[in-house]
């Protein structure tokens, strides 16, 4: 299957300050990148739908101004966690897909801990 | 709208017993179905997938699961558990007549093996 990779694996930062976490589609081009959180022992949440070279659609309860996505090419896409705080904290996972494929590859997530 | 009902929080077996892993969908239209698995610490990965094809799927490491339409139900099955099935399982569904569609989650199925 595709690989997609993010970076980093693993983030502590101090709270006020703001985190960017890369998602890359490595051997296939990704139309569709989707950012999704997963607390300790819950479910995947989807935060947001990333489309190559137009503004991200978020789902409802997401602020858009505090986690900024950016797709700007079709192998890429960023997360930045802005003035992060405490409860930020979780794990943050990317999928790719598009191009009328309908599976969807995940990377392998970043552990983002807030101090 | 879309979703899935993961019928068990945590199911537990014995090495070598069958597993069975319980998921039930609503969707207005025919849907594409998956089972991922999370091992602790790692990333997602697809065991199969249903899109429309056979109604009894196979995936990967013995796992197969069967698209029922009249019972709304995709459930997980497995003939001989191993202890290195124990992970979270997650029941995913989405639109196969829109690519790059966003994954909706179930609320996953911790597994549990015994010797």
């Known amino acids: 299957g595709a690989v997609v990779s993010q970076h980093p694996s693993r983030v502590i930062c101090k709270s006020g300050t703001s985190v960017k976490i890369e998602c890359r589609s490595l051997?296939?081009?990704?139309?569709?990148m989707f950012w999704y959180r997963q607390f300790p022992k819950q479910s995947l949440m989807l935060m947001a739908t990333?489309?190559?070279?137009?503004?991200?659609?978020?789902e409802q309860g997401v602020e858009k101004d505090k986690f900024l996505i950016n797709h700007a090419s079709l192998t890429l896409s960023t997360l930045t966690v802005t003035s992060a705080h405490p409860e930020d904290s979780s794990f943050y996972i990317c999928?790719?897909?598009?191009?009328?494929?309908?599976?969807?590859?995940f990377g392998p997530g970043t552990r983002l801990t807030v101090l | 709208a879309q979703s899935v009902t993961q019928l068990d929080s945590h199911v537990s077996v014995s090495e070598g017993t069958p597993v069975l892993l319980r998921c039930n969908y609503s969707?207005?239209?025919?849907?594409?179905l998956f089972w991922y698995v999370q091992h602790p610490n790692k990333g997602l990965q697809l065991l199969l997938k249903?899109?429309?094809?056979?109604?009894l799927v196979k995936g990967i490491n013995g796992f197969e699961a069967e698209f029922k339409k009249s019972e709304t139900s995709f459930h997980l099955t497995k003939p001989s558990a191993h202890m290195s099935d124990a992970a979270e399982y997650f029941c995913?569904?989405?639109?196969?007549?829109?690519?790059?569609?966003?994954?909706?989650f179930g609320k996953g199925t911790t597994l549990s093996v015994s010797s």
């Open positions: 999928s790719a897909g598009g191009g009328g494929v309908v599976t969807q590859y």
């Open positions: 051997d296939f081009q990704a139309t569709t």
């Open positions: 990333s489309n190559e070279g137009s503004k991200a659609t978020y």
């Open positions: 969707s207005s239209y025919s849907p594409s």
């Open positions: 249903y899109t429309s094809a056979a109604t």
């Open positions: 995913v569904v989405s639109d196969p007549n829109q690519a790059g569609t966003a994954l909706i």
